[in-house]
């Protein structure tokens, strides 16, 4: 997506990955673009097969939540698979987006990415997840740098 080419209907800048390396290999990533306070999305997200099932996108996307609290963002949506819809509702408390909302957030955000044969699935970002003074000075400074930085 960074460097590939705006397709008709549909624009990819903006996006940031998050990783998770362990001994410098990367276990799990995902994509995170954010549309301002109101919304933000994560339209992809993989873990390595030989890392499925050891908690690591749980860890990976409790650190998403943070930076997203962090920057006051109020919701997170997602286009889920069928197959991997029942993960995001019943691990990580996502809900069917309203097909009225959909829309409402496609007024605001028209370049979120769905793709097709998905449901857009929504969350609230928790307002409990604290950043301590510390680290929220290191974000500001690793942002003005330009640089990814990892709760």
């Known amino acids: 997506m960074v460097y590939g080419r705006n397709l008709k209907g549909q624009e990819y800048g903006g996006m940031y990955c998050a990783v998770l390396t362990i001994n410098s290999f990367v276990v799990s990533a995902g994509i995170i673009r954010v549309f301002g306070q109101e919304i933000a999305e994560i339209p992809l997200v993989a873990t390595s097969m030989a890392n499925h099932g050891k908690g690591y996108f ?5 650190c998403i939540e943070k930076l997203l609290a962090f920057l006051n963002v109020k919701n997170i ?5 069928e197959e991997a819809e029942s993960i995001w ?3 990580f408390g996502f809900k069917k987006l309203r097909p ?5 957030y496609r007024k605001s955000c028209c370049q979120m990415v769905i793709f097709q044969g998905t449901s857009m699935l929504q969350k ?3 307002t409990d997840q604290l950043v301590s003074s510390i680290e929220r000075a290191e974000l ?5 740098q330009g640089r990814s930085y990892f709760l």
């Open 58 to 62: 749980q860890l990976l996307f409790s």
């Open 77 to 81: 949506v997602l286009p889920a698979a």
């Open 89 to 91: 509702t019943d691990k």
């Open 100 to 104: 009225d909302q959909l829309s409402e």
């Open 124 to 126: 609230e970002v928790p």
């Open 140 to 144: 500001y400074k690793l942002m003005n």
